[in-house]
């Protein structure tokens, strides 16, 4: 039971370039969560998915979509990277009715770009 | 909008002292609280949460905190602490729709 995972764990791209995050969990869970980490700014969410197929904007969703084709997996796209999009990116998952119980976190993708 | 404020960004303690960070809420509705704990370079690991019921909530690693509805608190303590415990430490409040709204985070730095 591997929980959360992301991949890469590590990232840099010049201005412009596109590039696709991946997350995937093994828990089963039906939401799912992207969120990036800057400092003294806490984490502040970019999008999440509340089943399979469907997505919706959190607090900073400019420069970035996200697909969710499959409910074990949750995808963050960069189209056309840009240096303020440098960041810690956390994906996250929970369980409807045990969602209270709180969310479940991946290890993190540390992106930078140029 | 509903914000969560994390008092001090950094707090720095003696090995073997109290540990208290300071954590408000700003919410018209019973809130469910989170304290969320990162390690460097790690992802965040659930420290404790506050549902219903008992207001002083145990977690992890010692940790615990109160929810104070009066104060609109949800500081978190420890009573001795441990070098193992320096990391970032966020809260967080959860919205209706499941979502967390988190602090901007402290630092906990432990001296030997």
């Known amino acids: 039971n591997a929980g959360v995972t992301q991949t890469p764990k590590f990232r840099v791209l010049k201005t412009g370039q596109s590039m696709t995050l991946l997350c995937a969990q093994d828990?089963?869970?039906?939401?799912m969560y992207w969120y990036r980490q800057d400092p003294g700014m806490g984490l502040r969410l970019i999008h999440y998915s509340v089943g399979e197929g469907t997505t919706a904007k959190g607090e900073v969703p400019d420069g970035y979509n996200v697909s969710r084709l499959k409910k074990q997996n949750f995808l963050l796209g960069l189209e056309s990277a840009a240096p303020s999009q440098t960041s810690v990116y956390f994906c996250a998952s929970s369980a409807p009715g045990l969602a209270v119980m709180g969310q479940f976190f991946g290890p993190g993708t540390r992106l930078t770009v140029l | 909008a509903q914000s969560v404020t994390q008092l001090g960004s950094h707090v720095s303690v003696s090995e073997g002292a109290l540990v208290l960070l300071r954590c408000n809420y700003s919410s018209s509705v019973p809130p469910y609280l989170f304290w969320y704990v990162q390690y460097p370079n790690q992802g965040l690991q659930l420290l404790l949460k506050?549902?219903?019921?008992?207001?002083l909530v145990k977690g992890i690693n010692g940790f615990e905190a109160e929810f104070k509805k009066s104060e609109t608190s949800f500081h978190l303590t420890k009573p001795s602490a441990h070098m193992s415990d320096a990391a970032e430490y966020f809260c967080a409040w959860m919205d209706s729709s499941y979502k967390l709204i988190f602090g901007s985070g402290t630092r906990l730095l432990v001296r030997p």
């Open positions: 506050y549902t219903t019921g008992a207001t």
């Open positions: 828990m089963n869970h039906e939401y």
